[in-house]
């Protein structure tokens, strides 16, 4: 059978494929095991192809021949990354259905595949050229910002922009003095920053959370000393400088095994390791405060009970995972089946069980960060600090260049300034007298971001102007990445097909039987229709904040219109992943198993996505075989 999928159709099954393997590779990294065949630069075997080809194909097309980055050794990514991924999937951390919630590396996973979607699509399905561009912008109309950015792929992928782009970028730090594609890509790709910013600081299950760890950091770092480390003239006396201020172990242990006293083993931290595991050890102290307060509830469970619950998250992956399938199927609280599974008595009140639930998610927050600190802090041979050695030894030739090129010491400050805004901005105030909550809006982050713009443009400028050697460098990998997302041909195919995979993707439905093409087909109309109306709503929303005013607070923007939330397709992609996390049941009944804690993509004008699970289960494992086909080198 030949192709039988409109263009629609067809953009339809990528998207919805596409969707489902970028999240299913990422979250193949929870078990123990997912590099043994994940290729280059890990494990290759010759022919082999890869069990995780969506990353694999951007990490080599992107992510190896970066600057610097493609100067480290081998063992940089074997020894070093490499050990550092198997021992925290060994560690075996929390799952957020035993949680009940989404936690924070749910939240940051589900972000990261939500992107990196789209350059999975651009790089296997190309990017179309575009013919006939109106080069005539107005940077306060969402269609002409969205026009711009993909007039600006097109000239990327296809033409001479990037050098057009360096060239101007020498010459001023104004965006004003830029032409007017530039102008308006500019505005776009803010916009849609500070639209990603709201949704994972303010609207995101863990954003507050995520805020505050991010604030707890800010606090540790000595800004004054890197500073003034990095107005050292000599370059290499500074990058030794620099290395000692982050990298430098002290304990007792270090200065008896210096003296010569003693030889144990040295387990000081670094500056680094201190930072994490400081700001993980304030964490713990709050957790352990509130498990302690739990286990003197005379509401709560017994103290076998209880045992039993810190038994379970001690117990091997593969135990877990059965007592969860087991809490799914039938429908009870995870609480519930560890409890029956070690033989416990299970009859607790509602009360009672919404403790056990709530001190099972707090016990298993505790492992955790001890887990994280162990493996990053306190392993032995210290793989982080190592990995860290092998970056600045790698990029050494460029911290020169952008040292002689740039202003280090002023870069430092503005990204301090920026980062003590965000943090303060994202903050949700405590209700009013009323009980409302003013959250911070999506204007309050493009008026942050306007307002640090110019430190960002001065960096750029300072490198391209003084920089020559570096900027002819990192052109040359914009250009190579800009030619990864090149259609095979310049065929006729439609901008809403698949591109290069339309054929394949086409192949792969005619194998299919009439009965299985019944069923799937109204799923692909559906989802046509929903990414019509998905996309038509993201520029709605961008449309909104180009028009909000600015409010009386100079420092915020109030965005007048029926949303909350910015632009930008990815969030509802985000949304979707989050709202497919599945958890336990909050009830003894077993009756709400909803995922607690999202918030909503705008439902009331953005339906949810069509329930796609049987294209996932018929076409799914063919998708990854036809990625792996393709992206395999070695």
């Not at 799952?95 to 009940?100: A, L, M, N, V």
């Not at 750029?460 to 052109?475: A, I, P, R, S, V």
């Not at 195919?493 to 009965?515: D, H, Q, R």
């Not at 046509?528 to 409010?551: F, G, I, N």
């Amino acid at each position: 059978m030949g192709t039988s999928l409109s263009a629609a159709q067809t953009a339809a099954l990528f998207d919805i494929l596409s969707h489902h393997n970028t999240y299913s590779e990422i979250r193949a990294f929870r078990s123990p095991g997912s590099l043994n065949h994940y290729g280059p630069p890990f494990t290759a075997e010759k022919n082999k192809q890869s069990t995780s080809p969506a990353l694999q194909s951007l990490l080599a097309k992107f992510g190896l021949n970066l600057p610097g980055l493609r100067d480290v050794p081998e063992d940089f990514w074997k020894a070093q990354v490499g050990q550092m991924i198997e021992a925290l999937e060994i560690a075996n951390l929390s799952e957020s259905y035993d949680k009940g919630a989404v936690g924070s590396r749910k939240t940051l996973a589900t972000a990261v595949s939500a992107l990196l979607e789209y350059p999975v699509r651009g790089t296997t399905g190309g990017f179309p050229k575009i013919r006939g561009l109106n080069k005539k912008y107005d940077i306060s109309a969402a269609q002409d910002l969205s026009r711009a950015f993909r007039d600006f792929m097109d000239g990327a992928v296809y033409g001479n922009l990037l050098e057009e782009l360096v060239e101007k970028t020498a010459v001023t730090d104004r965006i004003t003095d830029h032409e007017p594609l530039t102008q308006a890509l500019h505005e776009f790709v803010l916009v849609n920053m500070a639209s990603f910013l709201h949704f994972i600081i303010i609207l995101s299950p863990k954003g507050q959370y995520l805020l505050k760890l991010l604030g707890n950091v800010n606090k540790l770092v000595p800004y004054a000393i890197i500073r003034q480390t990095l107005k050292i003239g000599n370059v290499a006396t500074m990058i030794n400088a620099m290395v000692r201020v982050i990298l430098a172990k002290l304990s007792v242990t270090s200065v008896t095994n210096w003296l010569g006293i003693t030889q144990n083993e040295d387990r000081g931290l670094n500056l680094m390791q201190q930072i994490i595991s400081t700001v993980l050890t304030w964490d713990l102290k709050d957790l352990k405060g509130k498990a302690a307060k739990i286990e003197a509830d005379s509401g709560s469970p017994s103290k076998s009970q209880l045992e039993c619950l810190r038994a379970y998250i001690e117990m091997p992956q593969q135990e877990q995972d059965k007592l969860r399938d087991e809490s799914q199927k039938a429908s009870l609280s995870i609480v519930i089946t560890i409890l029956a599974a070690a033989s416990q008595p299970t009859d607790l009140s509602e009360a009672s069980h919404g403790l056990a639930l709530e001190y099972l998610n707090i016990i298993l927050s505790i492992r955790d960060r001890k887990e994280i600190i162990r493996v990053l802090c306190e392993s032995s041979p210290d793989h982080l600090t190592m990995a860290v050695r092998s970056i600045v030894t790698a990029y050494e030739p460029v911290i020169r260049n952008i040292h002689n090129a740039v202003d280090l010491s002023d870069t430092v400050s503005d990204f301090q300034a920026f980062l003590q805004d965000m943090i303060k901005i994202g903050r949700i105030p405590p209700p009013e007298k009323d009980g409302e909550i003013i959250s911070p809006t999506v204007g309050d982050f493009v008026q942050l971001l306007k307002k640090h713009q110019y430190s960002c443009h001065k960096f750029l400028h300072q490198c391209c102007k003084n920089g020559k050697e570096l900027t002819t460098w990192y052109l040359e990998w914009a250009k190579s990445a800009s030619q990864q997302f090149r259609q095979e041909s310049s065929s006729e195919l439609k901008y809403e097909a698949a591109g290069n995979l339309t054929v394949p993707l086409n192949e792969m439905f005619s194998k299919l039987s009439p009965e299985k093409k019944e069923v799937i087909l109204p799923i692909l109309e559906a989802r046509s229709k929903y990414l019509d109306e998905m996309h038509s709503t993201s520029q709605a929303r961008l449309q909104a904040v180009l028009q909000s005013p600015t409010s009386n607070n100079p420092t915020v923007v109030k965005v007048l219109s029926p949303t909350n939330y910015g632009p930008g397709a990815y969030l509802a992609r985000w949304q979707d992943l989050l709202d497919n996390t599945v958890l336990t049941p909050q009830l003894l009944s077993g009756a709400d198993a909803s995922t607690e804690g999202k918030s909503e993509v705008d439902k009331q004008r953005l339906s949810t996505g069509p329930d796609a699970k049987a294209v996932i289960e018929e076409l799914g494992p063919e998708f990854r075989e036809l990625l792996a086909a393709k992206s395999l080198y070695w």
